[in-house]
């Protein structure tokens, strides 16, 4: 049986995490954009439809916003519980090879 090992880098989540945050200001400014485009240059027939389709661009760009600031916002929360647990395990570790040096120590006395 393979023991499977699970390795992260807090730096590389934490790049991926400010590249999604991009991501998202980036659509939300691609948003603003859509939704002060102006519609006066289309003929009265087509205003509002034209309209309508930005709106709903609008929407969905703040959509992908929207998400792409989750998954940031994700990928820093998992950095953070990869380092606390790192962190316990650490923590245990250590106390696990003192407790075993100690009883070495008294099995040799």
Wanted: hydrophobic share 50%.
């Amino acid at each position: 049986m393979t023991a499977t090992t699970l390795e992260l880098e807090p730096l590389a989540i934490a790049t991926l995490a400010r590249e999604w945050d991009d991501q998202s200001l980036d659509l939300d400014a691609a948003s603003s954009s859509v939704a002060a485009a102006p519609t006066a240059g289309f003929t009265t027939a087509v205003r509002g439809a034209a309209a309508g389709f930005a709106g709903h661009w609008r929407d969905h760009l703040r959509d992908h916003a929207r998400q792409a600031e989750a998954r940031a916002d994700a990928l820093r929360a998992t950095a953070r519980t990869l380092l606390v647990v790192e962190q316990l395990v650490g923590q245990a570790a250590h106390g696990l090879v003192l407790d075993l040096t100690l009883q070495t120590l008294r099995e040799v006395r």
